[in-house]
């Protein structure tokens, strides 16, 4: 009863303070200079959240190339898109695919300039528990602690690591769409344009970026496969089709704002694990979605990789799949949407799979709301082929206008639940 009664007395954003402790393992203090969020700032926390801007999916390095080599005492510069900003931000690193210690020896954030350089005067170290480096342990993640800076809707920050040792094997993030910069030999955290010896397209040991945005703030995980994580648009353009509803949703103005979060994962499937496709998204659901600050709204895109590929899974198989997903996400009080399967010119029972899949989808009323992507973006004189139009040249992804299509079509379920 004492104990009881005391927790009672505490102030709420004490009571997060030592429950953020607890779960991220970090050293938390009372709010310091170095965060800038100090005594005059406190009584704001009560009207304020954390949210997730950006992410993406973690995934084990593939045997050979540069995943499996990794790193040795250099620095990467990697530019992430923010959906929705806020005042403060914080950034977590991953090393939850790895056997061995992850030592990152400095880390910055800052807004990004064109051709991998950053804005003058918008740098702040990252810090983890008010150290400047931190060792994450095999199979973990780490948050850095937060820092004031501005960051706005629909821009982009760039996030410096430094990584002192070699890394051998990495957590990475295979398909990014956009460029990563990887310096010489050297601390190189903060320098206005990295002295840069190789680029690559993926993401590496990040997770997400999160906000301290207003309240009356949301957050729709777009889940799936390749074409979620954004393949066929054009490179350092955020136009994945997450990333062109993340424009949309910030241009309303409802009583709701909502950021959007890229959960796909390029060859993923829902039921069956693989190198090149990551864990299934049954296995990654709680660490991709459910565990992200601020969801509320989910919509689910996947299972053509499912039924696809040799020796894949029947409709029935999917069907049950995507119920599980749905249970999961609802006990969360998490709205979902349920996304039509998109055409990818076959034929035979492979297409006869997809459309009763899509059928189940539209009509069974398991689902809270449908978004329609196979109708957004099939030719309507040929419904087993994208629009020609809209085909990046794979007959599987979408190009820049053909994601825009599937953008509009989300958006326009989504902003019921925005007014």
């Known amino acids: 009863m004492i104990f009881a009664e005391r927790l009672r007395s505490f102030p709420r954003h004490s009571f997060i303070v030592i429950v953020s402790a607890i779960v991220f393992g970090l050293a938390v203090t009372t709010p310091s200079a170095s965060t800038d969020i100090d005594g005059r700032h406190r009584h704001h926390q009560r009207d304020r959240s954390w949210i997730a801007s950006w992410g993406a999916s973690p995934q084990a390095p593939f045997p050979g190339g540069l995943s499996m080599t990794g790193f040795t005492d250099q620095t990467l510069r990697q ?17 939850e695919f790895s056997d061995r210690p992850l030592n990152i ?52 920050l760039a996030v410096d690591i430094y990584l002192p040792g070699s890394t051998g094997p990495v957590t990475w993030h295979s398909v990014s769409r956009r460029t990563t910069y990887i310096s ?18 993926s993401y590496f040991f990040l997770k997400s970026v999160e906000v301290r945005a207003a309240e009356r703030t949301g957050v729709v995980v777009a889940f799936g496969d390749s074409i979620t994580d954004g393949p066929g648009s054009t490179p350092d353009t ?7 509803l993340a424009r949309l949703l910030a241009a309303s103005h409802g009583r709701l ?13 829902l039921l069956a694990s693989f190198i090149g496709g990551g864990q299934n998204a049954q296995a990654r659901f709680d660490r991709d979605v459910l565990s992200q600050p601020g969801v509320t709204h989910l919509i689910v895109l996947i299972g053509l990789n499912d039924i696809f590929f040799t020796g894949g899974m029947a409709a ?33 029972i492979l297409e006869a799979d997809r459309q009763t899949i899509n059928e189940w989808i539209r009509t069974s009323g398991e689902y809270d709301a449908i978004i329609d992507f196979d109708a957004a973006i099939r030719d309507p004189n040929n419904p087993t082929i994208i629009l020609p139009a809209y085909n990046s040249g794979d007959n599987i992804h979408p190009n820049d206008i053909g994601y825009e299509a599937m953008a509009q079509a989300a958006y326009a379920v989504l902003r019921r639940d925005l007014n």
Do not use: C, W
């Open 105 to 156: 020896g400095a880390a910055q954030v800052a807004i990004a300039a064109p051709n991998g350089a950053i804005e003058a005067g918008s740098e702040r170290a990252l810090t983890f528990g008010g150290q400047s480096s931190i060792t994450i342990v095999p199979n973990a993640q780490v948050a850095s602690d937060p820092v004031r800076l501005q960051v706005p809707d629909i821009g982009e």
């Open 238 to 244: 955020n136009n994945t089709y997450p990333n062109q």
């Open 257 to 269: 704002k909502m950021a959007a979060l890229n959960q796909g994962l390029a060859g993923n499937r």
């Open 79 to 95: 530019i992430v898109f923010t959906s929705l900003g806020g005042d403060f931000v914080r950034v977590r690193f991953t090393n």
């Open 316 to 348: 029935d198989q999917v069907i049950a799949g995507q119920k599980q997903l749905i249970i999961r996400a609802h006990a969360q009080g998490i709205k979902v949407y349920g996304g039509t399967l998109t055409p990818v010119r076959v034929t035979g």
């Open 184 to 201: 010489s030999v050297g601390n190189h955290v903060g320098e206005p344009l990295l002295p840069t010896s190789s680029t690559i397209q």
